[in-house]
């Protein structure tokens, strides 16, 4: 299984500042057939299921502000919100579709 | 736009199983990969397992094997995640998720049921 490691556990941003989270596979999630990361960012706020906000590290799904964006490659990706908004506290979460799909531990993001 | 919804809240007995449903709408429920995740307070989701309803296939996660069992019945576009010999340590939230195939492995989830609480308590 590849192991997921998220940094940090929380963090307090102040509102139109910028947050950025970390995570870190035990394996590298390159694919090769189409020269991307098999990586997948999350937002869940309280009381609700997860939402996808990127896969391929940098693909933003359809909807998703663009303050969002996904950067990274081969076991170490980045998520950065570039501009926090009010509505962006919750938990986010990395996931690997490599394998075995297996999600980080999850950071808190939270208003300063 | 694709819509999965799940059954209601459970308490259950140690040692009993647990059947939860998922119904998927708004979209074509044989070309989909549904997943089932469960997430304990305070952590991350955890796989289960995954069912490719056209076709009937699954594979469990290995902390699963032998305890989960995954169905779907394509006449009611409904998926069936069935959890035997229930420990309290079972005790979460239970969700479908509608998998992207975007990879031989798999993919992320593009679409999620609202969860479904189980409670393991005697």
């Known amino acids: 299984d590849i192991v997921m490691t998220q940094s940090p556990d929380s963090l307090a941003v102040s509102l139109g500042e910028r947050a950025t989270i970390h995570c870190k596979s035990s394996?590298?999630?390159?694919?090769?057939?189409?020269?991307?990361?098999?990586l997948a960012w999350y937002q869940q706020r309280p009381g609700q299921p997860p939402t996808l906000l990127i896969y391929?590290?940098?693909t933003r799904e359809p909807g998703v502000p663009d303050r969002f964006s996904g950067s990274g490659s081969g076991t170490d990706f980045t998520l950065t919100i570039s501009s926090l908004q009010a509505e962006d506290v919750g938990v986010y979460y990395c996931?690997?579709?490599?394998?075995?799909?297996?999600f980080g531990g999850g950071t808190k993001v939270e208003i300063k | 736009q694709a819509l999965l919804v799940q059954s209601g809240a459970e308490v259950k007995k140690p040692g009993s199983s647990v059947k939860v449903s998922c119904k998927s709408s708004?979209?074509?429920?044989?070309?989909?990969?549904i997943s089932w995740m469960r997430q304990a307070p305070g952590q991350g989701p955890e796989w289960m397992g995954r069912?490719?309803?056209?076709?009937?296939?699954?594979k469990y996660a290995q902390n699963f094997q032998g305890r989960v069992t995954i169905t779907a019945d394509k006449s009611t576009s409904t998926t069936y995640m069935e959890l035997n010999s229930l420990m309290s340590e079972d005790t979460a939230i239970y969700y479908c998720?509608?998998?992207?195939?975007?990879?031989?492995?798999?993919?992320?989830?593009?679409?999620w049921g609202q969860g479904t609480v189980v409670n393991v308590s005697s």
């Open positions: 069912i490719i309803p056209n076709i009937g296939i699954t």
């Open positions: 998720a509608r998998e992207m195939r975007l990879t031989p492995a798999g993919g992320p989830f593009d679409v």
């Open positions: 708004g979209g074509p429920f044989n070309s989909y990969t």
């Open positions: 394996q590298s999630v390159f694919y090769s057939s189409n020269n991307k990361n098999s």
């Open positions: 996931q690997q579709y490599s394998s075995t799909p297996r």
């Open positions: 391929w590290a940098s």
